[in-house]
């Protein structure tokens, strides 16, 4: 059964930054686009930044682009959310998931394996 476990999370002032982690395990990964999404408290789940297999196609909601960074290291199956510049309205939390496909997407019903998700709070 596959696991993804996020890391990296807490408290922060607006202007910092935060890195988000999320190890993958419990199945092979190789061939998985892989997402970060988030939840603010009373809102629905929202497209984060999602990267594919091979690095080469990374899509980023228009809320986060030019501040958040998504990568991964193929042979450690753990995919990284840099986050910069963080706004009060990044609180949230954050969650990571996994596609059975190598294309990378920007809708949730396209993941297939979910973490629990880690709290990212920033403050004003």
């Known amino acids: 059964q596959a696991q993804l476990v996020e890391s990296g999370g807490g408290l922060v002032q607006a202007g910092g930054s935060l890195r988000l982690s999320c190890a993958a395990s419990g199945r092979t990964f190789s061939n998985s686009a892989m997402g970060w999404f988030r939840q603010a408290p009373g809102k629905e789940r929202e497209f984060v930044a999602s990267i594919s297999w091979r690095v080469s196609s990374t899509y980023y909601a228009d809320s986060v682009k030019g501040r958040f960074t998504i990568s991964r290291d193929n042979a450690k199956n753990t995919v990284y959310l840099q986050m910069n510049s963080l706004k009060p309205e990044d609180t949230a939390v954050y969650y990571c998931?996994?596609?059975?496909?190598?294309?990378?997407?920007?809708?949730?019903?396209?993941?297939?394996?979910w973490g629990r998700g880690t709290q990212v709070t920033v403050s004003s």
């Open positions: 998931a996994a596609r059975l496909f190598p294309i990378a997407t920007i809708s949730a019903d396209e993941y297939a394996d």
